[in-house]
């Protein structure tokens, strides 16, 4: 079959690689119709690459039709369309037990002390081949795949993989009171949809970012804009907004590559260069992430607030301001989605023709598979108005 894969920092290929086959009684082929590049695959195109191995499968929003299944699945058969998960859950675990699916015990990647496995997504989390490809093997899949009837189109439903029930988990962990205030950093497609979700809730919701094409949409959804390029100092932009105070949550939607940081972004890319077996441990035990957005985050949320971060970081030794943080008595939530967790409750809102949250306006790029490479590239380096990247094989 064809498969994205990686070869090193920004080359991504597409290639023929082995037809994935069942392995297990609790695993499922589904043929992929269509998957989508992430922001934190971007992570892998431009920074993990210690944690990679030439030729690795990517991608971990995925959505096709079932193939085969193995002995021990039950709730989907050949023929079902389903939407994967991007993390990898047994679902009857201790972890699971308590719906924390990204925790599972089951798939616990514990050579490396991580959560549990996810597709396309590194050696830290299990080296699992990922979907964007023709055909994926999906493990678990007695309790993973979720299905979706058929008819409507995949963008209404594919978002199930990972950014809706990770939008939708950033605005549960951010506590938002009742007819509170949230400010949303950074407004790309996981920033899009938790100020969208917000709002939908009932929540006054501004978004910050810098990018033209991002702020457009983001109004076009209702919702209110800070430009991070044309004010000087963004927390007080916000702070303006809700009468001094600053907003009751804050949402994190940037993560390890955020803009404004210079000396991380100079630690990333020397760390980028070094042979991986130096890189790979000074990744796990240094400071390499840009910590700007956090810190505006932080600095943004009112006295008492809460800081929900979906944005991916990466490092282990990171600054982080505990005099501040200490003195306004800040609440901070974070981690994985849990994606099964959110799932029933957003089926119904994709399912609605009125499509409360604007799920099919989201995609800016739909591409064939073949033409990955080229959607990394624009989507990496914000080009062409790009904000989301959907792949067809």
């Known amino acids: 079959m064809k498969a994205v894969t990686w070869h090193g920092k920004r080359d991504i290929r597409v290639e023929e690689v082995t037809d994935p086959i069942i392995k297990e009684p609790t695993d499922a082929i589904i043929k992929v119709t ?37 002995a021990d699945v039950a709730h989907i058969e050949p023929g079902d369309r389903v939407v994967i998960p991007f993390n990898v859950s047994c679902g009857h ?19 490396h002390g991580m959560g549990a496995a996810l597709f396309g997504y590194t050696r830290l989390y299990g080296a699992v081949p990922g979907g964007q490809a023709e055909y994926l093997r999906v493990p678990q899949a007695q309790f993973g795949p979720i299905k979706v009837p058929d008819g409507p189109p995949d963008e209404r439903f594919v978002y ?5 029930p990770t939008a939708w988990q950033a605005v549960e962990y951010a506590d938002i009171p009742d007819v509170g205030t949230v400010a949303v950093f950074g407004l790309g497609p996981i920033g899009q949809m938790c100020a969208r979700i917000a709002k939908h809730l009932g929540h006054w919701v501004v978004g910050i970012d810098g990018v033209p094409e991002r702020l457009e949409m983001a109004r076009r959804h209702g919702i209110r804009v800070v430009d991070a390029s044309e004010v000087d100092d963004v927390p007080e932009a916000v702070r303006e907004l809700t009468g001094g ?59 008492g607030g809460t800081i929900s971060v979906s944005g991916v970081y990466g490092g282990m030794a ?42 099919m306006d989201l995609a800016t790029h739909r591409l064939p598979l073949e033409q990955a490479p080229h959607g990394y590239e624009i989507f990496q380096k914000k080009q062409d108005g790009a904000i989301k990247v959907l792949l067809n094989p």
């Open 245 to 303: 105070r600053g907003p009751d949550s804050v949402i994190d939607a940037v993560g390890m590559e955020a803009h404004g940081s210079p000396v991380a972004k100079l630690t990333q890319t020397v760390t980028g260069l070094l042979p991986d077996m130096i890189a790979a441990p000074l990744m796990t035990t240094a400071g390499v992430d840009r910590m700007a957005a956090l810190h505006q985050c932080i600095d943004t949320v009112r006295r």
């Open 93 to 111: 675990c201790h972890m699971c037990g308590l719906k924390l699916f990204a925790q599972c015990e089951t798939t616990q990647v514990r050579d």
């Open 160 to 164: 199930l993989s990972d950014v809706l």
């Open 34 to 70: 269509t998957t989508a590049i992430c922001g934190s695959d971007l992570h892998l195109y431009e920074i993990m690459g210690p944690f990679l191995n030439e030729g690795d499968v990517l991608g971990h929003e995925t959505m096709g039709i079932v193939q085969e299944v193995g």
């Open 318 to 359: 990171d600054p982080m301001p505990m005099l501040r943080m200490f003195d306004k008595g800040v609440t901070m939530r974070m981690g994985q989605a849990h994606v099964r967790r959110w799932t029933n409750e957003l089926l119904p809102l994709v399912l609605d023709e009125s499509d409360p949250l604007g799920v």
